[in-house]
C-alpha cells in the first residue's frame, strides 16, 4: 500500500538531517515499516549546514519515507499569508501526490485541510485523519484577548473547526 501523509507541523533540515519538535512525527515512523511507499507532505524549514539542533527536537528518520516539503509556516497566519500566492502550487501538488497513492492521511488541525480533502476526494482516494487537537479549546489568543479581538478569535476558531468538520465529512476513518 502506498501511503500519503500531510501534517501541518512544520519539520526542520539541517545538514540533510530531519529534526522534529512533536512526537505526533512517531506515527509516521511507524506506519513506513508496513507499507510499501510512505510520503509525508509537510512544511519544512531549512537551516544552515552549521546550525546548532534546538534541544526541544528529535532526529526524525526518514530512511522508509519520502518528504516532499511545502512552504514552511509555524501558523494559521503565517499559511494564510502565502494562500495567495501559493495556494494553486499546492492544490496541485497535493492532487499529483494523492494520484500516487492509495490512502491520503491528514494529521488536523492543519489549515491545508480542505485542499488535502478536495484532493483525496477529486481522485477517489480514501481518507483518513487524525485529530490531534481542538482548535478552539487550544487557541490562546482567543484566552489571552478581550473585546474585539476576542471576537474576531472566536469566530476564526469557529469558522476553522466547521471547514474542518465539513471536510472530514467523507473521511473514511476520523481518530
Known amino acids: 500500500m502506498r501511503v500519503l501523509i ?15 519538535a ?8 511507524w506506519i513506513s515499516r508496513s ?7 509537510a512544511p519544512v524549514k531549512e537551516r544552515p549546514p552549521n546550525f546548532p539542533i534546538p534541544p526541544d527536537r528529535w532526529h ?14 509555524n501558523s494559521y497566519v503565517s499559511c494564510y499569508k502565502l494562500w495567495p500566492k501559493r495556494s494553486r502550487a499546492w492544490e ?3 492532487g499529483n501526490l494523492a494520484r500516487e497513492h492509495d490512502v491520503v492521511m491528514v494529521r488536523t488541525p492543519t489549515p491545508l485541510i480542505s485542499l488535502v480533502s478536495k484532493a483525496a476526494y477529486n481522485m ?9 487537537g481542538d482548535i478552539l479549546a487550544q487557541s490562546d489568543r482567543i484566552i489571552g484577548n478581550r473585546g474585539l ?6 469566530w476564526a476558531g469557529k469558522f476553522l473547526a466547521w471547514q474542518e468538520t465539513k471536510c472530514l465529512h467523507h473521511a473514511e476513518k476520523v481518530w
Open 35 to 41: 507499507t510499501k511507499q510512505l510520503t509525508l507532505w
Open 60 to 73: 526524525f528518520k526518514t530512511d522508509r519515507m519520502r518528504v516532499v516539503p511545502i512552504d514552511y509556516f
Open 124 to 132: 477517489k482516494k480514501p481518507l483518513v485523519a487524525t485529530v490531534v
Open 92 to 94: 496541485r501538488d497535493i
Open 149 to 154: 479581538k476576542k471576537l474576531l478569535y472566536t
Open 22 to 29: 512533536e512526537s505526533w512525527f512517531r506515527t509516521p515512523q
Open 6 to 20: 500531510h501534517s501541518g507541523t512544520a519539520l526542520e533540515k539541517i545538514n540533510g538531517n530531519f529534526y522534529a
